[in-house]
């Protein structure tokens, strides 16, 4: 019998859990929502409670686990294991996850980013086969990056490493969340998708169900955005344009400076499949130089939405004896 690793990905609704061969297969999964009251105050009891009461469920005990991963909104400080600014599950003050979970749970625990974990599973058990340099980018309602070089994140002096998106696509451009103007974000994400469609629509006169739908108050999603375009409608393709534009773009400059075996696409916007692939493709090999341009492979990433879990149980491999 191997040992077990134990994956949580902790998200703004809900908070999902496995159980994991050290090889990375799945054997157990389960959720809870995730109850961001109080100040997000009774998460970690809850993630506690889960864990302890799933361990004794299926009748395991402690030492049959290598230890627990977790991928967390906000900016995580590794080696402390503390979160800040995890705005989505209340999260304004520093929390004491590791410590608080450690002792809860009687297992060693490890914690990054919820992008660096979803990346991590996507080199480990998805688009990223195993290898050793994958880029991954993740496109929901905003946009998240992991960058992997030789089997490690990059993480960067102060955890800001792999922020691709906060990479400026177009400078003097809309105006991002974090203070600056022109991030792939606001482009890319299912919100940017919006966005955009929502300025073409202003000054596009023709025939178009999308402009109509705007025009009449609507409400519109970027899945609304691509299931129109696929219908050939004209406004809905140059708004598709223009994102995959910028996706391209902003994966030709992230493979100009890692070159990376991979370069993988993820997250809800990305369900568009090959659609959205061909067309960032096209801009990719448009920006890539040349050598990136023929070793760098464009991929759509394949664990939907268990690529967090996965990734943050591997963050736990670093306990194996």
Not at 190 to 201: E, I, M, N
């Amino acid at each position: 019998m191997g040992k077990k690793l134990i994956g949580v990905d902790l998200g703004g609704t809900t908070i999902k859990f496995a159980i994991l061969t050290a090889e990375g297969e799945i054997q157990q999964k389960w959720s809870i929502r995730t109850n961001i009251l109080d100040e997000g105050s009774h998460i970690v009891p809850d993630i506690i409670d889960s864990i302890n009461h799933h361990i004794d469920l299926y009748k395991m005990s402690r030492d049959q686990f290598i230890g627990i991963g977790m991928g967390t909104p906000g900016t995580v400080n590794r080696e402390k294991g503390t979160v800040i600014g995890a705005y989505n599950l209340n999260w304004k003050t520093l929390q004491p996850v590791k410590e608080q979970i450690e002792k809860g749970t009687g297992l060693k625990f490890a914690i990054d980013n919820d992008a660096n974990c979803a990346g991590l599973g996507e080199r480990w058990k998805g688009a990223g086969n195993d290898g050793d340099d994958v880029a991954f980018i993740t496109l929901g309602t905003g946009v998240g990056g992991g960058l992997i070089a030789n089997r490690h994140l990059i993480h960067g002096v102060n955890g800001a490493g792999g922020e691709v998106g906060h990479m400026i696509v177009q400078p003097d451009g809309y105006q991002c969340t974090c203070g600056n103007h022109g991030c792939l974000e606001q482009y890319a994400s299912a919100t940017g998708v919006v966005h955009l469609a929502q300025d073409l629509a202003e000054e596009y006169e023709g025939d178009s169900k999308l402009k109509a739908m705007i025009d009449n108050g609507d409400e519109i999603t970027s899945k609304i955005v691509f299931d129109l375009a696929k219908e050939h409608d004209y406004l809905a393709n140059r708004v598709v344009d223009k994102v995959t534009y910028y996706l391209g773009l902003a994966s030709a400059n992230i493979s100009n400076t890692l070159n990376p075996e991979y370069m993988v696409i993820g997250g809800g916007v990305s369900a568009a499949g090959d659609f959205l692939l061909e067309r960032v493709q096209k801009n990719f090999e448009k920006f890539a130089f040349p050598t990136v341009r023929n070793s760098t492979k464009l991929k759509l990433a394949e664990l939907g939405n268990d690529a967090g879990v996965i990734g943050a149980a591997s963050l736990a491999t670093q306990f194996e004896e």
